[in-house]
T-cell receptor, first 115, second 113 residues
């Protein structure tokens, strides 16, 4: 089955710096890669996703890149702000013919942005 | 839409008691997922349903865990009997097809003493 590795487990940056979180996946059939942000005591919330037919996607200060050959994808946050502090999860899935995704999550990265 | 609704938000129970967690998915979503989150094991997929049918329950840790989805708008996760090691946050999530990601509920924080 699919396995997702996520690094680093913790990341500390100064406000205004960039943050990069990397994930690798094992199943070459995986075709959907979302990223979730979870603030303390809250639910995971989808912040950006990318599909296997796209190499990069950007939404304001966040971007995701995908390298299908190497089976890894990354989250980039630019101009970080204290409110970006949270745990970030990557995930990978394969769409099934029945019309559903089965998401397998990485272990998470705890990002701390210091003023 | 009110999103995915879970109840209760918090549950404290004594070891050996039965616990039932409830989930109402977003109307129109055809898939429902139960996850367990702990510091040690992260987000673990327990079981998921597609069109109310259980597809894969290989993540259910033991026979003490069971889940049902009697209709498209309701699902339960039951633990009987509960044990202290079951203490975790249990999330329900729903999705539609393969186009969109999951929407998570607010979770149920279970404490078994």
């Amino acid at each position: 089955g699919e396995n997702v590795e996520q690094h680093p487990s913790t990341l500390s940056v100064q406000e205004g710096d960039s943050a990069v979180i990397k994930c690798t996946y094992s199943d070459s059939a995986s075709n959907y890669f979302p990223w979730y942000k979870q603030e303390l005591g809250k639910r995971p919330q989808l912040i950006i996703d990318i599909r296997s037919n796209v190499g990069e996607k950007k939404d304001q200060r966040i971007a995701v890149t995908l390298n299908k050959t190497a089976k890894h994808f990354s989250l980039h946050i630019t101009e970080t702000q204290p409110e970006d502090s949270a745990v970030y999860f990557c995930a990978a899935s394969t769409g099934f013919s029945g019309g559903y995704n089965k998401l397998i999550f990485g272990a998470g990265t705890r990002l701390a942005v210091h003023p | 839409d009110a999103g995915v609704i879970q109840s209760p938000r918090h549950e404290v129970t004594e070891m050996g008691q039965e616990v039932t967690l409830r989930c109402k998915p977003i109307s129109g979503h055809n898939s429902l997922f139960w996850y367990r989150q702990t510091m040690m094991r992260g987000l673990e997929l327990l079981i998921y349903f597609n069109n109310n049918v259980p597809i894969d329950d290989s993540g259910m840790p033991e026979d003490r865990f069971s889940a049902k989805m009697p209709n498209a708008s309701f699902s339960t996760l039951k633990i009987q009997p509960s044990e202290p090691r079951d203490s975790a946050v249990y999330f329900c999530a729903s999705s539609w097809g393969t186009v969109y990601g999951y929407t998570f509920g607010s979770g149920t924080r279970l404490t078994v003493v």
